[in-house]
């Protein structure tokens, strides 16, 4: 059977921790009034106290190692000091949480927690690109990708460095809450509703949501309102006023991905939303999206999520 949503959130927070990455993590599981999930979040460290922070900032975290114990949800956070390994009992009560079917996740260096706790051995992974080959070397029974943003492997979800931790979550949100959930959250914190774990870590010039070309952001504006269409590249191209060759450079420079992975991954999220929110049937979500068939959209569907349309809409439905 498979378990249900996560709720519980415990984020462990070390002595030297990231004010960021604690502050990414309270904002994105803080108490809403949207009709959205209550999560019952808390930051837990080796002893209840008081906490410094990379930036010199103190925080207090009301809980101690004991709160991994009942989390759905398990996040190691980054810390000053991650060269070295933690203390045995951060690290039994990180392989305890995995051993009982809690979700674990390590954001940034955060994953060193997880590797030195033998709970990325035999999976791939990522860090803060500057220290994936430290990483790399320090655990040669992990395969570490660099450039990932975040990757996730079921139960064990890794994330990049930095403000990627919003990307973590919101992948979390979206694989386990549904895309309305995560799309919510993401609006109400103002930042790009998703962005795959594949993408690059760092970019040339911002993602699709913030392009700064005005030719590229207007065409990328024109395929959203237009999902149900074919949106062959060369008509992008055409409306971008650029031969197919230059909108094709000019794309993967601004968006570090191809514009078909791209148009792909947009008429996912909207499918997702439609079977979230809507009866219509798996057919017309498939037109409107642009799969043309409910056989291309569940091939595309079960590719990305595992699971068929109706099955995802069981899970998530949100229709009255």
Do not use: K
Request: include cysteine; hydrophobic fraction near 45%.
């Amino acid at each position: 059977m498979p378990l249900p949503p996560f709720v519980t959130v415990a984020a462990y927070a070390p002595q030297g921790v990231g004010m960021l990455a604690a502050g990414i993590v309270s904002e994105v599981f803080a108490p809403r009034d949207q009709g959205l999930p209550a999560f019952d979040f808390a930051l837990c460290t080796d002893r209840p106290g008081r906490v410094r922070t990379d930036v010199g900032l103190p925080l207090v975290a009301e809980h101690g190692l004991d709160r991994l114990a009942d989390a759905d949800l398990v996040i190691a956070l980054p810390w000053a000091d991650f060269r070295t390994r933690p203390r045995p009992a951060v690290l039994d009560a990180l392989t305890a949480a995995h051993g009982r079917g809690a979700l674990v996740a390590g954001h940034c260096v955060g994953a060193f927690a997880l590797a030195a706790a033998g709970l990325l051995d035999g999976r791939r992974a990522t860090t803060h690109w500057r220290f994936a080959a430290l990483l790399a070397d320090r655990h040669p029974d992990v395969t570490v990708e660099p450039d990932a943003l975040y990757v996730d492997q079921g139960p064990v979800i890794t994330g990049a460095g930095a403000a990627a931790g919003f990307d973590l979550c919101l992948h979390l949100l979206r694989r386990e809450h549904g895309a309305t959930t995560a799309n919510a959250i993401a609006r109400d914190l103002v930042l790009p509703s998703h962005r795959d774990g594949g993408q690059a870590q760092y970019l040339a010039t911002p993602a699709p949501e913030d392009c700064q070309d005005d030719r590229l952001a207007d065409v990328l504006a024109w395929a959203r309102e237009n999902l149900h269409e074919p949106l062959p590249v060369a008509e992008l191209a055409r409306r971008a006023l650029m031969s197919r060759r230059s909108f094709a450079r000019r794309f993967a420079a601004a968006t570090g991905t191809t514009p078909h992975a791209w148009l792909l991954g947009l008429r996912l999220n909207r499918a997702e939303e439609l079977l979230e929110t809507t009866g219509l049937p798996v057919e017309e979500v498939a037109r409107l999206t642009g799969f043309g068939s409910a056989a291309v959209l569940r091939a595309q569907f079960v590719r990305r999520r595992g699971v068929p349309p109706r099955a995802y809409r069981r899970s998530f439905s949100r229709a009255p």
